[in-house]
């Protein structure tokens, strides 16, 4: 019975308003952010920017992403670097201390001949396998 007092085309605009919503407020919270991480600008500037945003919502934001796109854009890149650079330091400082490279592969393999674990040969062969 519902389901027949609300006809599909009704529900399809019902949708399109709500991701239209939830975009503004995606859109919203991503100029605030911008606003906040900027080093560039005074508390002043920032509370000028809050101010016209909140005020002026729409307007607000739309001049903000108009004048200060190319500013939001390196903003972004920048920050991703520096988030790349900070994960790549992580990988190869956990790879080598965990890893270790070949001079502690073959330090395994000669405290392992040396305790009789492994004879002359395997350890030959975990010798050449960590130099290739």
Request: charged share 20%; no cysteine.
């Amino acid at each position: 019975m519902l389901a027949a007092d609300y006809p599909f085309l009704d529900l399809m605009w019902t949708m399109l308003i709500f991701f239209i919503w939830i975009l503004w407020f995606w859109l919203l919270f991503t100029v605030f952010a911008d606003i906040f991480r900027r080093h560039d600008i005074s508390g002043w500037g920032k509370a000028a920017w809050l101010l016209f945003t909140i005020l002026l919502p729409f307007l607000g934001v739309f001049v903000y992403l108009i004048t200060q796109n190319t500013g939001m854009t390196e903003r972004n890149l920048e920050r991703a670097r520096a988030q790349k650079a900070q994960f790549d330091d992580y990988v190869r400082q956990t790879a080598g201390e965990s890893g270790g490279g070949a001079t502690a592969e073959i330090e395994r393999a000669k405290s392992l001949l040396d305790s009789g674990a492994i004879n002359q040969s395997e350890f030959d062969a975990i010798k050449q396998k960590a130099l290739a």
